[in-house]
């Protein structure tokens, strides 16, 4: 499993409400990655860091932020929910060397999150 | 642009019997290609990849991919269909624009193995 961990695993929370969900990872990886999945979309990315400090947007970053303070963890930022913002979240870490072509993603258990 | 296409949204097959999940890639590159799964209520775990070395390349849990460049496509096969083998399956195509290796992901096949 890569060492990923998510938390919560599931949230329901209401429209307007800020939300923060954590990624934690254990094997000192430099990328990371936040993923939203919705039927018939496959899973596409809102926001990824490639380190402290380091981030960037995705395809689908409109209403998410992101922080990274350490290596560990990758936080995810809903400042005021949405219900088009529920979704499964999941959250990845790149293996890999840098320029190695053949570098993997590995996902986190997913935090399934309703926004009422 | 990178894209895949999954080209059956649900399969359907009977326990022991051959699978066959297809997909079609777009790229301007030699892709890299991955197949994932995930089982209901579950994260996902990677299958395979294809990073241009053989072109028949072999996954967990008998699951092979051939990479047909002629045809653009990178199809999911095994031999025998297990029950346990019931689950969606993604075809990924790793981004070359820019950094950060992104993925695009493709609509998923959710594949049902019966009796």
């Known amino acids: 499993d890569a060492g990923i961990t998510q938390s919560p695993r599931h949230k329901v929370t209401e429209t307007g409400t800020p939300v923060t969900l954590r990624c934690h990872q254990t094997?000192?990886?430099?990328?990371m990655y936040w993923y939203r999945q919705d039927p018939g979309h496959g899973l596409r990315l809102i926001h990824y860091s490639y380190g402290v400090k380091d981030t960037d947007k995705g395809e689908v970053s409109d209403g998410y932020s992101v922080s990274r303070s350490k290596t560990e963890d990758f936080l995810l930022t809903l400042e005021s929910a949405t219900s088009s913002q529920t979704s499964v979240y999941f959250c990845?870490?790149?293996?890999?060397?840098?320029?190695?072509?053949?570098?993997?993603?590995?996902f986190g258990p997913g935090t399934r999150l309703t926004v009422l | 642009a990178q894209s895949v296409t999954q080209l059956d949204s649900h399969v359907s097959v009977s326990e022991g019997t051959p699978v066959l999940l297809r997909c079609n890639y777009s790229s301007s590159y030699s892709p890299s290609l991955f197949w994932y799964v995930q089982h209901p209520n579950k994260g996902l775990q990677l299958l395979l990849k294809y990073t241009s070395a053989a072109t028949l390349v072999k996954g967990i849990n008998g699951f092979e991919a051939e990479f047909k460049k002629s045809e653009t496509s990178f199809h999911l096969t095994k031999p025998s269909a297990h029950m346990s083998d019931a689950a969606e399956y993604f075809c990924?195509?790793?981004?070359?624009?820019?950094?950060?290796?992104?993925?695009?992901f493709g609509t998923g096949t959710q594949l049902k193995v019966e009796l």
């Open positions: 094997e000192n990886h430099r990328y």
């Open positions: 990924v195509v790793r981004r070359v624009t820019g950094g950060g290796n992104k993925l695009t």
């Open positions: 990845a870490i790149k293996s890999g060397l840098a320029g190695d072509s053949s570098d993997t993603q590995y």
